[in-house]
């Protein structure tokens, strides 16, 4: 009765004590939160790898594809018909190597 009687009279500090509980949990939990901030800061540090790697790839890409368009490469020509097509000359000896 008396712990009634102590919140009855001390409404604002019942108040204040339930407000700090809801900004302590949402500050720690909750779609915005601490827990919310490192997993998207996690995502987004993953997504900067992929960045990475797609741009590496990109580029290699663009080198091989500047070696066939107009200055043509014959050496890298050669090189990818041997290494596609399986393809030697009659004095050639192919060894495959895994």
């Known amino acids: ?3 009634f ?10 108040l204040n004590i339930l407000l700090t509980f809801y900004i302590a949990t949402n500050l ?7 827990i919310s901030f490192y ?3 996690r995502i987004y540090d993953d997504l900067i790898q992929k960045e990475k790697k797609l741009s590496k790839k ?15 490469n ?5 090189t990818i018909y ?4 399986k393809f030697g000359k ?8 895994k």
């Open 1 to 3: 009765m008396k712990l």
């Open 5 to 14: 009687i102590f919140f009855k009279t001390k409404k604002l500090l019942l």
């Open 28 to 34: 720690i939990g909750g779609e915005r939160g601490l």
């Open 39 to 41: 997993e998207k800061e």
């Open 58 to 72: 990109l580029t290699e890409f663009e080198n091989k594809n500047k070696l066939l368009t107009s200055n043509l």
């Open 74 to 78: 014959l050496d890298y020509i050669d």
């Open 82 to 85: 041997r290494e596609k097509l």
């Open 90 to 97: 009659k004095d050639e000896i192919i060894i495959k190597l």
